[in-house]
């Protein structure tokens, strides 16, 4: 691979390396309201999450660009590094090993939020199913929650 490609790739990479990093930070604040059970906080985060999915998406398809002018077009970042040019080589291993481990912590950290996601709603699950039960706390909730004239319901099920 040429030099000028080769540095291409190095920008890619510090720019992917940058959006995942940002995408950690998302994912240990969503983390830490959910453990603080800050649930109203959930909407914000999914916007977020979806905002970065896209972007995402977009840098997916100038990798793959990439790949196709290298001459690689099925090849992992791993299988291209011994191509890239010598001077060059050293930065984009350094930055692909970043980004490997930024990547592995974010998934850690989003199996976290799914467990204690998943933790959180099956508390509220039990809670009504109580409620469900005993028909004077339903009728207890059901009337406050009538009071309530901007509420949308006792408890919303949005996720």
Same mark, same amino acid.
């Not at 890619?12 to 959910?34: G, H, M, P, W």
């Not at 914000?44 to 840098?59: C, D, I, P, T």
């Not at 009538?146 to 509420?151: G, L």
């Given at each position: 691979?040429?030099?000028?490609?080769?540095?291409? *790739?190095?920008?890619?990479?510090?720019?992917?390396?940058?959006? $995942?990093?940002?995408? $950690?930070?998302?994912? @240990?604040? !969503?983390?830490?309201?959910?453990?603080?059970?800050?649930?109203?906080?959930?909407?914000? +985060?999914?916007?977020?999450? #979806?905002? /970065?999915?896209?972007?995402? !998406?977009? &840098?997916?398809?100038?990798? #793959?660009?990439?790949?196709?002018?290298?001459? /690689?077009? @099925?090849? @992992? $970042?791993?299988?291209?590094?011994? +191509? *890239?040019?010598?001077?060059? %080589?050293?930065?984009?291993?350094?930055?692909?090993? !970043?980004? =490997?481990?930024?990547?592995?912590?974010? %998934?850690? &950290?989003?199996?976290?939020?799914?467990?204690?996601?998943?933790?959180?709603?099956? %508390?509220?699950?039990?809670?009504?199913? %109580?409620?469900?039960?005993?028909?004077?706390?339903?009728? !207890?909730?059901?009337?406050?929650?009538? #009071?309530?004239?901007?509420? =949308?319901? $006792?408890?919303?099920?949005?996720?």
């Amino acid at each position: 691979m040429n030099r000028q490609l080769s540095w291409e *790739f190095v920008d890619f990479l510090n720019r992917y390396l940058a959006l $995942f990093q940002e995408f $950690f930070v998302l994912e @240990t604040q !969503k983390y830490q309201d959910i453990a603080q059970g800050q649930i109203d906080k959930i909407n914000e +985060h999914v916007k977020a999450e #979806e905002v /970065f999915m896209l972007r995402s !998406k977009g &840098m997916e398809a100038e990798r #793959e660009r990439l790949m196709k002018r290298a001459d /690689f077009p @099925t090849a @992992t $970042f791993r299988e291209l590094l011994p +191509h *890239f040019d010598p001077e060059v %080589k050293e930065e984009a291993e350094e930055l692909f090993e !970043k980004l =490997s481990n930024i990547t592995m912590e974010l %998934k850690e &950290m989003n199996l976290r939020c799914n467990y204690l996601t998943e933790l959180r709603l099956r %508390k509220v699950d039990a809670a009504l199913k %109580k409620i469900n039960k005993q028909p004077e706390l339903q009728k !207890k909730y059901d009337a406050k929650a009538k #009071e309530e004239t901007k509420s =949308s319901g $006792f408890i919303s099920k949005k996720v």
